[in-house]
């Protein structure tokens, strides 16, 4: 058995940062650029030009001629180019002028007395040990600014002159130009021990290391060059900008040579200059950016780094992943909540690795004989030494042979294969979950509906994405950590952000209240559910719909709770006197003793999503694999019920009686009088202002006031007379869709639209629409509807309800970046913050912001909200010894 | 309290406030026994309660916080009630706070008062007393008479009255102004003449001089702007926008315990750290809470520990909370990566990758979760 795995043995502890020497420059230079041609006639690259085969490959056959090796194997290597006359690096000119400004000309020494040097040396360090690098960083700013008034050297007394920086790179002292070689003299002055005032490190960056004599070269990997179709080869920015300082350092070279004038050096000397600074950073303000032919902005080194686009961000910080899928999801209640459907297609694509061992060695075969073509499959095996090879029509037969233990089989996805599926934006820890595969038909992922709210799906056209965990570690901790039922009480506010939705929760609300059926019919929806016990059911005739709900729930539950209709929720049940007295609604409690409902309904309040105090008791008392089957179940069970019973909901929902028209009417009419008084008496001037308003302010909220009371009203009575028969009225009921303020609005009277709290008041001048008088207050002329939905709107009221709706789209729109930007700041700032063993929280470098999490140590998703139920307990512990 | 000795055995197994709560719902008749049982119980309950080691609490609490931060409101909202003054809620107001910015856009006050005053004795005077009230809020007439080059203003005797003060004051703060010359009408008593002094004063700095004296401090406390008593439960206090919770403590009618702003640092400043940190959590929950999202307290106090721990207030900026991180890359990779990159080079900087960021670009597993439990195994055999 042969068995030579390559296990990571080793790890990055540190990144130290520094500037580099041109000694180091050219220690590990590789080769001297000296030539800004890249290719020779053949198309070979040319030795001593930026393409330099010594710098690294990046054409397949080619060998790098530093270290032999070929595309993809070799690294790259870095070169060098000399350069004629000195130049400034950009990057660093604020500090350059500061260490000018604040040194002497002469002597090189810190403008301040030696023994300050020293203590000021020693107080950086203290504020580095004491607080932190930024603090560190403020005071070295602080100290420069003190520095730049003295204008006479305490060490050998001689006059400074005002130094100032000419943007973006040349420096004068008192109108003579300094230059890039005086400047150097100057900073090579500066000894080690003076550099720490102005928080430089001398043994890691030399202020003269700044100005730069030698330039590096990156390897040519780093700045592929791409053929085009036609054959052309297009030269990457970086190299193109390097071309230009090579060839402008060359004809410097050439010119010093020959003695030019000096006025000719010094244009080819700030050419230079030019042409290095916009290598480093092409987007400087009082530059003109290197172009090119096309005129577009060359993307030179910080472009490259810089932003959400930029190496950072973009590569370092995140990553791309192989063993991936993406399609529409679509929904399919049938299947488990910790389901996912995959179209057998994806599976045949994706794989699992399996290792081979002398028992599974026969199954494993059996994927390889398949082959790629027939499911379920293999489509590579992967050689202990770590060769990959490809199950093909003709290699599968010698394959199957040389597979033996130590072999890792890379097998197609079967049911029950760990995989995490996610949506984007992964805004929580929920939006990423681990799943047990179930290879289905077609072409979309399957979801049970009622996992679609952690994933903030729907099934639109939806997309979502699919990854396959390829290591045992990563397996375990999926499945561990990851899997839906681990996921089901949120962090967030602690309650369950699974639960039945829609048509599951109509289901059985309509089950549990006063739903009756024979027995078989009973036995049927169970079975259909995938229930083979039917011992729990009561030997009766005729069943409940309790007592088929009753069914699903364990034998030895116990709960108190209170469905939608309850009033008093402030409180909970057990303190509730209402409840206490017994003299709760009947419909406005649940109470399930013994596994079996005795009275309550089954709404929102106790199966919805971030609701259910139902499902966060079983979750606490029966652990999470009992509670999501439990869960799917009811969650089929309520929609075959519907399915059974037919559930529709018609425009004759919104019809009303006689009476309740006319009685909406005249609601509304009386609202519509009321206001007409207000406004006469504001057009009288004998309306009163409310304290800090004006008068006109008043009689706007005053008019609010009446027409949302009114609108109230109007729903009210809409609530009073709607049949309770109807779909419209059940669903909203049951807490499955709609509200009752919708079925008023639908049945009755829209209602007021009002732009950012108040009435609306803008379009023409003095008035709303052009349909409308000057001046008019009345509510219709200020975005008052007062048809409703079935009646149909007139067409300015119409227009009014398009105003809000628009601005409410803009609402979102703005909204969506500025909260994704705050989002990213807030995880940024707090990613690095962890409970230690000590059980303080600490920031990476162990800084101490808790000394116990949340000042209790309570994880708010193993808890029931945060707290622990000690009336559970004692309750407990008491019925017990009674 | 009887069975003190047994919740004394807890003390160092417990949280003071889980212990508070057993003895607050015990029944009075209960056997040493059964209480042993019951404090079992909620100890081992506790256990399973606890965060685990590990644990990456920041990136959950600033999930808990972002990602609701898309359901809410951008809108400026009026505050509870029917007409009082309008504040900043939604998402602007979060991101306010979380910001640490130093001047917000709404600020106010809420000053609870001390005995007398809380039940409603002379509440509008004293409330007029504390807004901030200049010249030109008093007057009623302001004239330049272009002939004496002089200004001639009225005040309003009935708005004099009210604020407490008399002609005498009014005349006392206009003589402050330097280069004038201040003298009272004789024919009318609220009429002021004011003359410059200065040597050939031109029409034009009267017109300058005419701004400067509108904007004339007359009383009350700088910084704000508008007050407006108000009924809460059975007492009366005093709201106000703008704030300057400093001067206002001082004030010796004021209930020092109780008043407080909405400008974090104002509460710095005058109450200390420890206050800033429970005002923010105070103000991001008055804004969640109106939103009707629902957030568990310890990730709002876990941003505000993260937002205090530094003896300042700091916001969750690249000029705040993350210029403290320790981590060069950590820090690069939020905003400004050249900026830290070059600092960090001269400076010589060590990232020792302790955090997050460093490991994810570097492919190592990163310090937090299962990634934080080091093994070392020493393998034996061949």
Sequence with gaps: MVDKERFTYKKVSQVDFGLLSPKMIKKMAVAKVVTPELYDKEGYPVDGGLMDIRLGVIDPGLKCKTCGSKLKECIGHFGYIELARPVLHVKFIGLILNLLRCTCKECGRVLIPQNKTDKFSKELDDIEKNQSFDARRKRVRAIILNLKTINKCPHCKARQQKITLDKPYTIFEAEKRLSPIEIRSRLEKIPDEDCKVFGINASVARPEWIILTVMGIPPVTMRPSITLESGERSEDDLTHKLGDIVRINQRLFENINAGAPEIIIEDLWDLLQYHVTTFFDNNIAQLPPARHRSGQPLKTITERIKSKEGRIRHNLAGKRTNFSARTVISPDPMIDLNEVGMPKIVAMKLTVPERATEWNLEYLKKFVERGPKKYPGANYVVRPDGKKKKITDDTHEQIIEEVQPGYLVERHIMDGDVVIFNRQPSLHRMSMMAHKVRVLPDKTFRMNPAVAHPYNADFDGDEMNIHVPQTEEARAEAEILMMIETQLISPRYGLSVIGCIQDAITGNYLLTKDMQMSREKAVQILASIGMTDFSRLPSKKILDGKEIFSALIPEDFNFTGRSKSCKRKAKPCLECDHFVKGKCDIDSRVIIRNGKIEVGIMDVANLGQGAGFLLRNLHKRYGKEDTIRILGDIFRLGIRVLLLRGFTTNLSDMDLPEAASSNVEKTLLDAETEIEGLIDSYRKKELEAFPGKTLIETLELKILEALNRARNNAGNIVLEHASRKTGTFIMADSGARGNPINMAQMAACVGQQALRGKRINLGFKNRTLSCFKRNDLSPEAHGFIRNGFKSGLKPSEFFFAAMTGRDSLMDTALRTPKSGYLYRRLANSMQDLRVEYDHTVREAAGKIIQFKYGEDGIDVSKSEGGSINIKRIIEQVIGETD | ?382
Excluded: W
């Design chain 2, 1 to 382: 309290m009887m069975h003190e000795d047994i919740f004394k055995e807890y003390e160092d197994k417990l949280n003071p406030k889980i212990i508070e709560d057993v003895k607050a719902k015990i029944p009075q008749k209960i056997t040493k026994a059964q209480l042993k049982q019951i404090m079992d119980l909620v100890v081992e309950e506790y256990k399973n309660c606890r965060v685990e080691p590990g644990e990456s609490v920041g990136l959950v609490s600033a999930e808990s916080i972002g990602e609701p931060g898309t359901q809410m409101t951008l809108n400026t909202f009026h505050y509870a009630g029917v007409a009082e003054m309008n504040v900043t809620t939604g998402l602007p107001r979060v991101i306010e706070i979380l910001d640490g910015r130093k001047s917000i856009s709404t600020p106010m006050m809420e000053i609870y008062l001390e005995n007398p005053y809380s039940t409603g004795k002379d509440i509008k005077r004293i409330a007029l007393s504390i807004k901030e009230t200049k010249m030109k809020d008093i007057l009623s007439e302001m004239n330049i008479n272009v002939i004496d080059i002089t200004i001639e203003l009225k005040i309003n005797s009935e708005k004099v009255k009210e604020l407490g003060i008399n002609r005498a004051t009014v005349l006392k703060i206009l003589s402050k102004e330097p280069k004038t010359a201040v003298r009272q009408s004789s024919t009318d008593k609220d009429i002021f003449i004011i003359r410059s002094t200065a040597k050939d004063s031109s029409l034009n700095d009267v017109y300058k001089l005419r701004e400067k004296i509108k904007n004339l401090f007359v009383q009350g406390i700088k910084g704000i702007t508008q007050v407006l008593p108000v009924k809460r439960g059975s007492e009366f206090i005093i709201m106000t926008a703008g704030s300057n919770l400093k001067k206002v403590l001082e004030l010796e009618f004021v209930d020092d315990t109780r008043t407080i702003c909405n400008d974090l640092f104002e509460i710095a400043d005058a109450l200390g750290i420890e206050a800033a940190r429970q005002a923010i959590i105070n103000e991001l929950f008055k804004v969640i809470d109106m939103q009707g999202l629902n957030i568990d307290k310890r990730h709002i106090m876990l941003v505000s520990d993260m937002m205090c721990y530094s003896e300042k207030v700091q916001g969750i900026t690249r000029y705040g909370v993350i210029s403290e991180k320790s981590s060069v890359l950590a820090r690069a990779s939020f905003e400004t990566p050249i900026k830290y990159l070059i600092e960090a080079a001269l400076v010589g900087e060590k990232d020792k990758l302790r955090s997050v960021v460093e490991n994810v670009m570097l492919n190592q597993p990163v310090p937090v979760g299962t990634g934080l439990p080091g093994l070392i195994v020493e393998v034996k055999g061949k």
